[in-house]
């Protein structure tokens, strides 16, 4: 019985974590460049069950296999594009990117993992590949594992070669669509044989992969380290010196003329400049009729940066995780020194006088906290007939009723 309650006790600790990450995604809906998240879940380790004849000094009997629960793993961003609206205001910009829709999985490049766009197939050797490369196999930590391949199963029956999350098709049998091979086709591994999978792959859309386009942002933690985030919220303010900030107060970092961010640069508006528009179609300074600069660049010493620009930059989804208010940290940190390797050249555009929207559907959003809340209910309710039947075990069975 006792398994029994903290399986149940896991389900209500689950679902209670899903309706917060969802009361977040409802109080964002109107947050521009807002990005839901959806709630990963992870499967207790799964015990084996066998039948024991006491005293007899043989071995158990398998019998089968008993959950133990689930846990709540993380919130992964969504990051598809919100709907752009025209706002007409000067300091709005919309970002859009320049990603096509549709399957993308990362591959095994030259200088290690990239996205590609296109659907699977079975490459060379058999191994899964994606425009003639094959995919990428990363370990528990999410490294990149060299010298190992995911190869179709020769025992699979089926017709899907992946699942939609990246996780193996399974056929009738029970046979997973791939498995882990190494450079001489030995199969060191066959997803479903641990509950904890050593090796994976991944397969999605560029809802949740790719490089997509971002403002990069000098931020500023609580403690007063600096370092780098990115945001895609576009509605910018200036401060009292008229430098142009995030919603959080942050100052947008400029980019060099070679595209590269200037840490600690900033973006001063002009206060001379006569002109109703800030922002040119790539970012670029506009100028006045009396040849007044919309705004100047400026370097972390205070010195005008000759061909610096509001820019976009180009990040790895699959490693940006949210910081608040907007903002996000790109690889795990916003140190300069290990975020500037893992930004790229931005391939998106900027549109000024307009906004992206959240991409947070009510609707659905309402709908997904209701059944949190019901699933919850459901486990709470175990959680009480548990209760109920383990006082009677202890008070009522074996009771002894007197003469």
Do not use: W
């Not at 084996?48 to 629960?69: F, K, V």
């Amino acid at each position: 019985m006792i398994p029994g309650l903290t399986t149940a006790s896991a389900g209500m600790d689950v679902n209670e974590r899903l309706e917060q990450l969802l009361s977040n995604n409802l109080a964002n809906q109107e947050t521009p460049g807002f990005k839901e998240s959806l709630g990963e879940l992870i499967e207790d380790p799964v015990q084996d069950m066998e039948r024991i004849s006491y005293g007899s000094g043989a071995s158990g009997t398998y019998i089968g296999q008993m959950g133990t629960g689930v846990d709540f793993q993380e919130g992964v961003p969504v990051f598809s594009e919100g709907a752009v609206q025209t706002t007409g205001r000067a300091l709005d910009l919309a970002i859009i990117d320049s990603l096509p829709t549709g399957p993308m999985a990362y591959v095994q490049g030259p200088n290690g993992a990239l996205p590609a766009s296109g659907q699977v197939t079975v490459g060379a050797n058999g191994r899964l590949s994606d425009n003639g490369q094959p995919l990428a196999v990363y370990d528990a930590n999410a490294q990149l594992v060299a010298g190992l391949y995911a190869i179709r199963n020769p025992k699979y029956q089926g017709k899907e070669l992946v699942g939609a999350d990246g996780s193996p098709d399974y056929d009738a049998n029970g046979n997973p669509s791939y498995v882990i091979a190494n450079a001489q086709g030995q199969v060191v591994y066959t997803p479903g044989t641990l509950t904890t999978d050593p090796y994976s792959i991944r397969v999605g859309t560029t809802d949740n992969m790719g490089y997509h386009s971002f403002l990069p942002v000098n931020y500023t933690d609580a403690s007063g380290t600096k370092g780098i985030s990115v945001t895609r919220d576009g509605a910018l303010q200036l401060d009292a010196n008229n430098n142009l900030v995030d919603a959080t107060g942050h100052t947008v970092m400029p980019l060099a003329a070679n595209g590269q961010p200037i840490v600690g640069g900033r973006i001063e508006v002009n206060p001379a400049y006569k002109g109703t528009q800030l922002f040119g179609a790539n970012g670029q300074a506009l100028y006045d009729a009396n040849g007044q600069p919309s705004y100047r660049v400026y370097g972390a010493n205070n010195q005008i940066v000759q061909g610096g620009h509001l820019g976009l930059v180009n990040a790895d989804v699959t490693q940006i995780s949210p910081l608040g208010e907007g903002e996000l940290m790109v690889g795990g940190s916003y140190t300069p020194a290990s975020v500037l390797p893992l930004l790229q050249t931005g391939t998106g555009r900027l549109e000024a006088g307009a906004l992206e929207q959240s991409n947070v559907d009510p609707t659905s959003t309402m709908t997904q906290m209701l059944t949190a809340v019901n699933a919850y209910q459901a486990n709470q309710r175990v959680v009480q007939t548990m209760d109920s039947l383990l006082n009677t075990a202890v008070n009522d069975i074996g009771k002894v009723n007197g003469a």
